[in-house]
């Protein structure tokens, strides 16, 4: 499906992608709040990664569903927005982790693994509803990058929290918040150049 179109399947496939992007937005919309509570709480740069990405992803959800019965230009103009909040979140985290480093501290390895956990297991659950759309076009396909790059941040932050608690340091915290921002910066390359290629085909 690449553009817009007014038949019955396509308003259909429309209808089912909007039913999933409300309920991953929801998802992430609450995650966002208890886990940004619990980052602050436990101190920890990686589960704030984690926070602000879960924020993102619900902005990108909402962008999403505006764009879902849009042609393709709109579509590759959203998802070229999506790359960009990405790399905003990339630099958020980054400073967070220039903060630390200025001023070290040693995260609460239990908030850390409790809420990457819970964290896990509500970003698995949207990427089970996104599975099905991730091949429709570049407005899904975006969307899906950001549910996956969820699995692999959730999973850092709970390895993280296991070395916090083995070494009693901060720096395992902050090696994976770095990490991290690696793994936002590449996911917000590939979004934005998908995006601009896009455009570049409805020239």
């Not at 608690?165 to 917000?188: E, F, K, Q, Y």
């Not at 590939?190 to 409805?202: F, H, K, P, T």
């Amino acid at each position: 499906m690449s553009g817009c179109c007014c038949d019955d399947t396509c308003a259909e496939l429309q209808g089912r992608q909007r039913g999933t992007l409300w309920a991953v937005l929801g998802v992430n919309a609450v995650m966002f709040l208890v886990v940004v509570a619990a980052a602050f709480y436990g101190r920890s740069t990686a589960l704030l990664s984690d926070s602000l990405d879960d924020l993102g992803d619900a902005l990108t959800y909402g962008l999403s569903l505006y764009a879902v019965s849009r042609g393709a230009a709109t579509k590759a103009r959203v998802a070229l927005f999506k790359g960009a909040l990405i790399f905003l979140a990339a630099c958020g985290v980054a400073a967070q982790i220039v903060s630390k480093l200025m001023t070290p501290t040693v995260p609460v390895f239990e908030v850390m693994g409790a809420f990457s956990l819970m964290s896990l297991a509500a970003n698995l659950f949207c990427l089970f509803l996104l599975w099905r759309h991730r091949h429709e076009d570049v407005n899904m396909s975006s969307v899906w990058e950001c549910s996956r790059n969820d699995i692999a941040t959730n999973l850092s932050v709970v390895v993280a929290a296991g070395a916090v608690w083995l070494t009693g340091a901060g720096w395992p915290d902050i090696l994976v918040a770095s990490c991290l921002v690696v793994l936002l910066l590449r996911s917000a390359t590939r979004v934005i150049l998908s995006a601009m290629a896009g455009l570049r085909l409805q020239r």
